[in-house]
């Protein structure tokens, strides 16, 4: 049987996580290529119901990157979604959802290889959670 | 705080507090009044926003909340603030919607005065205009507060498990906890506005405040419990199995957040055409799957609503009630927002100056979510 191959859809926001994703990229860093990246504004304007989409659909990982506390380009975006992020956490634990297959991190343009080990990791996590069992359902 | 007592004259609890309202009018104290009105087939209580008071035949203590008071105040004052004093009864759930309303920016509390009642609960609208017992609901739920007869099987879900039916944040209460209806009622003059309104007024003074307060203290302490085992009851809709089970008969009308008092946006996300693909992307889906329901996104739609309006949930059911399905959506709304609230320590309703925690934060707060 094939190895699984998970799915990871990322929202980077475009002044420091998608700028480091570019770094580890034109460093040549290598890292396992399971995430979808989708390149938003800011960490703070991934809405739920972008995450809740992605989650819903089969996406076995949902990775949402961030500059780090206190070097966001909108002031406090990072903050807002780190709140959103437990908000969202919350309810699916309280629903018995997989929580950990929302991640948030905070990875800075510099940050090349942090975002390289950051995939690495997440990669290895969602496997051992093994394929998004949403997937099943046809009547969501 | 003032607590006064006014006399019930001739056991008509209802016609004194409508006396009591047309007196609010009459002195134009209030320029007009949102309350409980019958209507003509008297299958049904609705509010009304009346001006002159011999028109006025309100029932204030109507065990029904058809639809959220609190919208129809930000309904009349999100487009200009009222420029004459406009009284609004209500419950403890919609001072609390309320609140929560004027905190998103879309209600404006000027020279609006909340005239909060007790509250015993209220029953589903089919119950209510179909009143299976004898006497009439608000008899009915009357009687249940002297343990005369049982209401628990009418109740609403949510006001089976509402933890605060005190209408706190109200300028002036009409109540009843601690005390005989049929004699006498409390009026509670809680601020200047209150005050204002209840000049001039003759009120007797109120000398048992700690019946009142020992007999609220009884009630919290009994919807609390009935809280906790309600959730600890409903804590078998776990997993996607059960969660996907729980939604089968959702047909996507939306009604659930046009009754929701706290789902406030004029034009939804889930009905505007961003959701709207081209045929090939449908087609996609489905070979992806080999089926999927239409109209689809059921659950995304809960989910996302959930997540939008959970923090100021004030539990008033009436998503529940809206639903055509009848999807009991408060087993799953009472866990959800009880954890969301106990997380963000918040209370939605119980302080106007309390920012919601959405749009506030600390920067060294849930350092472990987003990096572990």
């Known amino acids: 049987m094939e190895e699984f191959e998970p799915k990871i859809v990322g929202f980077l926001c475009n002044w420091c996580s998608y700028a480091g994703a570019d770094l580890a990229g034109t460093s040549r860093i290598q890292y396992p290529p399971n995430i979808r990246i989708i390149k938003v504004m800011c960490s703070g304007s991934v809405d739920s119901v972008y995450i809740m989409r992605a989650f819903l659909e089969g996406a076995d990982g949902v990775f949402i990157g961030g500059c780090h506390p206190g070097d966001c380009h909108y002031q406090d975006g990072n903050?807002?979604?780190?709140?959103?992020?437990?908000?969202?956490?919350?309810?699916?634990?309280?629903?018995?959802?997989?929580?950990?297959?929302?991640?948030?991190?905070?990875?800075?343009?510099s940050e090349g290889q942090k975002f390289a080990d950051t995939m690495?990791?997440?990669?290895?996590?969602?496997k051992k959670l093994g394929p998004n069992p949403i997937v099943k359902h046809w009547n969501i | 705080?003032?607590?006064?007592?006014?006399?019930?004259?001739?056991?008509d609890t209802i016609g004194s507090v409508n006396d009591l309202l047309k007196d609010f009018l009459k002195s134009k104290k209030l320029q007009a009044l949102l309350a409980m009105q019958e209507v003509p087939s008297k299958a049904i209580s609705f509010p009304v926003l009346v001006s002159n008071p011999d028109k006025l035949i309100s029932n204030v203590f109507a065990p029904i909340l058809p639809v959220s008071t609190a919208t129809i105040i930000s309904k009349i004052t999100k487009v200009e603030g009222a420029n004459k004093p406009i009284g609004v009864i209500m419950r403890s759930c919609q001072i609390r919607a309320l609140i929560e309303l004027v905190k998103l920016n879309q209600a404006n509390m000027e020279n609006i005065v909340i005239i909060g009642v007790d509250c015993l609960g209220t029953f589903p609208i089919n119950t209510y205009s179909n009143f299976p017992e004898k006497t009439t609901p608000t008899e009915f739920i009357f009687d249940s507060f002297k343990k005369k007869s049982d209401v628990v099987k009418y109740l609403r879900s949510s006001c089976y498990t509402c933890k605060d039916p005190v209408p706190n944040n109200a300028d002036i209460v009409?109540?009843?906890?601690?005390?005989?209806?049929?004699k006498e009622l409390i009026i509670q003059i809680n601020s200047e506005k209150g005050k204002k309104l209840l000049e001039g007024i003759q009120l007797d003074e109120s000398k048992e405040k700690v019946t009142r307060e020992k007999a609220i203290k009884e009630i919290q302490e009994e919807k609390t419990k009935n809280r906790r085992e309600f959730i600890k009851a409903k804590s078998n809709i776990k997993g996607i199995e059960a969660l996907v089970g729980f939604f089968d008969k959702c047909v996507n009308c939306h009604n659930c957040m046009k009754a929701c008092p706290?789902?406030?946006?004029?034009?939804?996300?889930?009905?505007?055409?961003?959701?709207?693909?081209?045929?090939?992307?449908?087609?996609?889906?489905?070979?992806?799957k080999g089926l999927f329901k239409m109209?689809?996104?059921?659950?995304?739609?809960?989910?996302?609503?959930?997540?939008?309006?959970?923090?100021?949930?004030?539990?008033c059911g009436l998503c529940e009630q809206a639903c055509p399905s009848d999807i009991p959506l408060m087993e799953i709304i009472i866990p959800i927002s009880e954890n969301v609230q106990k997380e963000f320590n918040y209370i939605p309703g119980s302080d106007k100056e309390e920012k919601i925690p959405m749009v506030i934060y600390k920067e060294d707060e849930y350092q472990d979510v987003g990096e572990k």
């Not at chain 2, 003032?2 to 056991?11: L, R, S």
């Not at chain 2, 706290?262 to 992806?288: D, M, P, Q, R, T």
């Not at chain 2, 995304?300 to 959930?306: K, N, Y």
């Open chain 1, 120 to 126: 690495k990791e997440m990669t290895d996590e969602i």
């Open chain 2, 174 to 182: 009409i109540g009843f906890y601690g005390m005989d209806p049929k």
């Open chain 1, 79 to 109: 903050y807002k979604a780190r709140r959103k992020a437990v908000l969202l956490k919350s309810i699916l634990e309280t629903l018995g959802l997989e929580k950990d297959r929302i991640w948030i991190r905070w990875v800075s343009a």
């Open chain 2, 295 to 315: 109209p689809n996104d059921s659950l995304l739609f809960h989910t996302t609503r959930m997540n939008h309006m959970v923090v100021s949930c004030v539990g």
């Open chain 2, 1 to 11: 705080m003032v607590d006064k007592i006014m006399k019930v004259k001739n056991g």
């Open chain 2, 262 to 288: 706290i789902c406030y946006c004029k034009e939804c996300l889930f009905e505007s055409s961003v959701f709207n693909f081209e045929a090939n992307k449908y087609i996609g889906k489905a070979e992806k």
